[in-house]
Every structure is written in C-alpha cells, then in structure tokens.
C-alpha cells in the first residue's frame, strides 16, 4: 500500500505529488508516510510572505491577531484527536502528546490572552513613558516598537513537531511577522497534519504561514536584515547556521535553543528520610521518561551528596523498575520509543561514549522488554542510568548528552562542589535544586544563574502545584547561554519584542503623542465643553482633556478619613511627631488625595463609562498638608478596542486616562494612570 506523501505548503499552494525518503513508524518499523521529492521554489515563498503575508497581517493590529490566535487555538483544541491518532506513531504516550499537541494549542491561547490584555489597538507600542530632555518640557523623547516588516524563518526539532511550531509561531504571528515554518524531517508528518489543520480554518491570513518538508536549499541565503531567524536542535546543527555568510553579512537576528546538559541538584540537608528526597527521585525519573527523555530540558546530570548517592540509585532503579515500555496503545504502558531508528542509533553510541567514563546502573539488561505488536522494529530504548567515576574529569556527562532515556548521577561533598559541577555544563536551558532550607536556595541561586536560562526550586510546598524541571512555560522565559544557544524563548511579551523594532524617538511632547498615539504629558491638550466620561469610546480622542475646579484640604477631612479606613498613622494625626519628620506637617492620606482628585474629575451621572478598574503607575510625589489646595487634570491617555461585550451585551473599549494632581504653587502632588471600561455609541 503506497504512503501519503507530505506537501509543503508554499505560496498558498500545497506541493508535493512524488514520494521522495521514507518515514517510518517508531513503534514497529512500518513505513508511515513519504517526503516529497519536488524542489521547493523558495524566491517564491520568501515573496509571497513579503508581498501577501506582511500586508494581510499589517492589515490587522495587534487586538486582531490576537482574536485570531485564540479562534486558531479553539479550532484545534477541537480536533485534537486527529492530531493525538497521529502522534502516537512518534512513540508519544498519551501524555507525551498532550504537551505537544494541548500544550502547543495552549501558547496560542496564552500568547492571546497576553496580546488582548497588554498590547494597544493598533501597530506600534510605546515603552514610556516619555523623558524629558529639555529644561522646558517642549523636547523629549521615548522608545517604540514596530512590526520589522520581516519574514521570520522558524527551524524546529523532532521531538515537539506540533508545539515546538506554535511557540514560535504565535509571538511572531502576533507581531505581524509572516512565518515560513521548516520541521525535522523525521516528525514532520505531524506537522504537516497541524498546518493543513490551520489552512482548512481560513484562519490564516495568506502567506502568514508557510511549511517547509525537506531541506532548506537556499532559503537562508535570500533573507534581509529585516527578517529573523530561529532555531531549535543540537548545539552543532545551530553552530553552523549561526556562521551563514548572508546572515552574518546582513546582521539577520538568530536565535538559537539549543539541547543542553540540564541538571539538577539534591541540596546537602536532604536525608533519604525526607519528602524532597522522594521528589528528586521521581523528578529525574519523570524527566528520563517523558517522552523517551527526547526533550531539551530533560535531566542529564543528577548531582547528589556523595553520602545519599547510593540511596538516590537504589530509589531510582526501583521506579525505573516499574516504568513499562512498549506501544501507548497497550494499558499499562508508560514509555514509548524514540521518535525515529536514527535516534535510537544515536543515543546508542553516545551511551557507549558515556560508559567511557561512567559505569552502567540500570539499563536494557535489567528487564527491558517492549510491549505491543511489532516493537521488535520499533525505535525503543531502555530507560538508562549512569554513575560517573570521577565527577570532576574531562568529558563524560559534561559534555556527551544522549537525546534518550539517559541520565548520570554525580556526587559532591559539599554546595560550592556541586554549583561548580552545574557549571561543567557550560550553560543550560534549565537546572532544578530540590531542597527544603531557604538558605541554600539563596546561596545556588545567584551562584547558578549566569549559566542556566531557567532554575526550578523544588520543596514539599512547591510540588503539588509544580510544572516541573521540564516544562517550559509561555509566561516564562525559555533559553540559556553558552551550550544551550544563547538565545531565548517564550517569557510572556519578551518573546513579542524580539519580532519588534525598538526605535528611539525624539521631539516636543505633542509630535510624540501623535507619533504613538497615546498622550505624553506637556503635549497640547484638546478641552471641550463636554466631560471626557460624558463621551462614548470612538468619540474620544487622544488628549481630550479636562482641568478640574479646586478643593481645600481642612483638618477634617484628615480626621473623616481616617476614621472611614481606619488609617491613623501618626504622620496625618500626631503634630509633634510630624513636625519633627522630613516633612514638617501633618498630610494628607496619599489615598485621601486619590479620592479627592476623583471626586474633582468624576461626572457622577449615568454615561459611558461603565467602570473603573485599576490603577497603574500610581506616585504621591509631594505631600499635601492642611491648607494646601489641590487641582486635578484628567487626559485620554490611551484607547484599547479589545472586541469584548459586556455582560449586558454592550460593545466596550479600555480607556486609559492621565491623571496628574497639582497643589496651588503648580507642584505635582500624585501622579497615575486610571483604566476604565467605556461603552462604544452604538452599543
């Protein structure tokens, strides 16, 4: 029976009719699908992504590419199952797959949700606030993003074929970044199956996204100093990507993450008695297991207190023990194979090279019997434990990493031995410390930052709520130095900026504010007859502005305050006292003055604006005292058209407005911006 063969999908097409290599099942051998063997035209699909793709996506801003992340994310959380049907063939346990297939669809949902909560309505954000650079106020100047009008060319791994696309595709797609998405061959199936998903949509803007099943050809050679380029494999593979001649001759942006020798550290005040002695142990096994141990964060070195090393072994052979091998399908099974035979070679010789200089634990001679149909020509390998003889030598762990099952244990007499021997590393995407003292977090922390992307502390109170050592997160950054590339992921809006261009802008306050589009205090103000909260959300514009009658601050108002909160701190009540501060009066609550300003810039009557609901960038800069009298300017700062709908089916926007609060010699006294939701005119 002949095999589907892949297609790539450039210049809105999808090419590929002739088979070309052959991908197998790593669960019994069998021949699962095929490569194209047509040339891929990549002058075109570079065009198609400038030409079409910047502008259908330029044509959207930031709120909208948001909507369309979440509805793409919801679009294949829905048909997940065809995607989990065709994981499985990549050796994937049920949950294995869950991290790629629900976790790729969830940083959608995540990079959605960030973009429709922190990014404005259109296409630049302004990273204020502004600076005064003149004595006068009439120069200043700010920083701004902007979409580089780019083509961002994503190159990924085998061992996440559907998230390990969608993590780089959702801050770039987000960004107004058209993407041309090149997978490992070896799993590319499954990512072909997610694209052809996210076309059948109409989701997509054309040329937003492009797939690539084979090489690259020349593909890196036509790039531009505008585009990018990401990677995500082995430290060599992304040391010869990194030395492009037209990369480095344009200055193109590459990001690398690569697989590196992640540890993690058992803290010397754990006993074999302690619940964090139980945690390391199924950390590491978890980490050797979960997907074959094919991941880039996996555990590679278990650094352990030399006098627990015997225990750690034994508690790890026995859970190890226990790990059933073999096809998902088959109840019971726990671990799968490795995505492809290639890799089974792999991790094969680089345990050889590893038993140079360690010796064997448990391995395939302690029971390793897969389970399932065909698992004889399946790409299994056993579950693999290690003990290096001399920690401290050349080579061994600190430098062989084998993509699999495999990890290595390592003792260490004392904290600084063991930060040390983190470091042997050379920079990693991740290290865990499971200890149970406050203090040695505080010592290994700082000491192991500089080397390691991300640290994991794990204890009793961490652990039932705990993502684990290998698991990266959208809201958490997601690299490492040295080994590990040197480049960076993921990490909430870093990952956005990364696909922005952060330009310096400089002139008066009213160019800035026409510039980004948000109101940069000392620009011209626009006063109406009608109160700002009067106006509905498309009415309002930027800077509308409303300067407020005056209110007197009595020593009453001191008093009722502070028996209505129940604040009596002795700067606003005890005369002796706070003639004797820095301040040389009573003053006023600093929240008093918050509410006085509102109560000089509220419109109480029934109107557009619906609610209040945060405060931002709140300073009290100069303090009010009795006698003192203050004045309120409130400013459209800022306008965001999320798309929400109100509870009462309402049609609304975010609205941020400056607020600054002055005393009678002109001298600001607090300082903040307040964000309200405003119902649209035609609600």
Not at 52 to 78: P, S
Not at 94 to 105: L, M, N, P, V
Not at 208 to 225: H, K
Not at 559 to 572: A, E, K, P, R
């Amino acid at each position: 029976m002949a095999q589907p063969t892949l297609q790539s999908f450039i210049g809105g097409r999808w090419i590929g009719q002739h088979g070309a290599q052959t991908l197998r099942s790593a669960l019994n051998g069998q021949p699962l699908a095929r490569t194209h063997e047509e040339a891929l035209d990549f002058a075109e699909a570079v065009a198609h992504a400038r030409q079409r793709g910047i502008a259908e996506l330029m044509a959207m801003d930031f709120q909208q590419r948001a909507a369309r992340l979440k509805a793409l994310g919801k679009y294949l959380t829905e048909r997940k199952e065809q995607l989990y049907a065709l994981s499985h063939h990549s050796g994937a346990t049920r949950a294995d797959s869950w991290i790629d297939i629900e976790g790729g669809a969830g940083t959608l949902f995540a990079y959605a949700s960030l973009g429709s909560r922190e990014l404005p309505s259109g296409n630049l954000v302004h990273e204020g606030p502004a600076i005064p650079l003149g004595k006068t106020g009439k120069f200043a100047g700010s920083h701004i993003l902007v979409p580089r009008g780019g083509v961002a060319v994503h190159i990924n791994a085998f061992n996440f074929p559907i998230w390990g696309m969608l993590e780089k595709f959702a801050p770039s797609f987000l960004a107004g970044m058209p993407c041309i998405v090149k997978p490992a061959t070896a799993t590319s199936y499954l990512t072909e199956a997610a694209v052809r998903l996210m076309d059948e949509s109409g989701l997509l803007p054309a040329g937003s996204l492009q797939l690539i099943i084979g090489g690259t050809g020349d593909l890196l050679d036509r790039l531009q100093g505008q585009d990018v380029v990401t990677f995500t494999g082995s430290a060599d593979t992304a040391a010869k990507l990194r030395v492009n001649a037209n990369l480095v001759r344009n200055s193109i942006p590459f990001n690398a993450e690569a697989d590196s020798l992640n540890c993690a550290i058992l803290a010397p005040e754990i006993t074999p008695d302690d619940e964090e002695f139980d945690l390391f142990v199924k950390e590491v096994a978890r980490e050797m297991t979960t997907k074959a141990g094919q991941k880039c964060t996996a555990i590679r070195r278990a650094i352990v207190p030399t006098k627990h090393i015997d225990a750690v072994a034994e508690r790890l052979r026995d859970r190890l023990a226990k790990v059933v091998v073999g096809d998902p399908s088959v109840e019971g099974v726990k671990m799968g194979a490795l995505a492809s035979h290639a890799q089974q070679a792999d991790v094969a010789e680089r345990v050889e090279a590893l038993l140079q200089s360690s010796e064997l634990l448990f391995g395939a001679k302690d029971g390793f019997a897969p389970r399932g149909e065909g698992v004889n020509d399946g790409a299994f390998f056993a579950p693999t434990l290690l003990r290096s003889r001399d920690p401290h030598a050349e080579g061994g762990a600190h430098d062989i990493e084998a993509f699999g099952p495999v990890s290595t244990l390592m003792g260490y007499d004392d904290l600084d031995e063991a930060i040390a021997l983190a470091a042997r590393g050379k920079g990693s995407l991740v290290a865990s410390l499971v200890t149970k003292d406050p203090r040695v977090a505080a010592k290994v922390v700082p000491a192991a930052a500089a080397l390691h992307g991300r640290l994991h502390i794990l204890d009793r109170e961490s652990a039932a709520e705990s993502t684990g050592h290998g698991s990266p997160l959208p809201q958490l950054k997601h690299g490492g130095p040295g080994r590990a590339g040197g480049g960076e992921e993921l990490g909430g809006l870093r990952a956005v900026k990364h696909y922005l261009q952060r330009t310096a802008v400089q002139g008066s306050p009213s160019m800035l504010m026409a510039v980004t589009g948000e109101y940069v205090r000392g620009a011209k103000v626009i006063e109406t007859e009608v109160h700002p909260f009067r106006r509905h959300f498309e009415d309002l514009q930027i800077g509308e502005s409303l300067l407020t009658h005056r209110r007197t601050v009595t020593e009453s108002d001191l008093v009722n305050f502070g028996c209505l909160s129940g604040d009596h701190f002795y700067m606003h009540f005890d005369e002796i006292a706070a003639k004797d501060s820095q301040f040389g009066k009573r003053i006023a609550h600093g929240y008093f003055v918050l509410s006085a300003a509102a109560g000089l810039f509220v419109s109480p009557g029934v109107g557009p604006v619906l609610a209040n609901y945060g405060l931002d960038t709140l300073r009290f800069i100069t303090p009010v005292g009795i006698g003192d009298t203050i004045q309120a300017r409130l400013t459209c700062k800022r306008k965001i058209d999320q798309g929400k709908i109100s509870p009462k089916g309402e049609p609304q926007g975010v609205v941020a407005w400056d607020v600054e609060v002055t005393n009678q010699n002109g001298e600001l006294c607090a300082s903040y911006d307040i964000l309200t939701l405003v119902v649209k005119r035609n609600a």
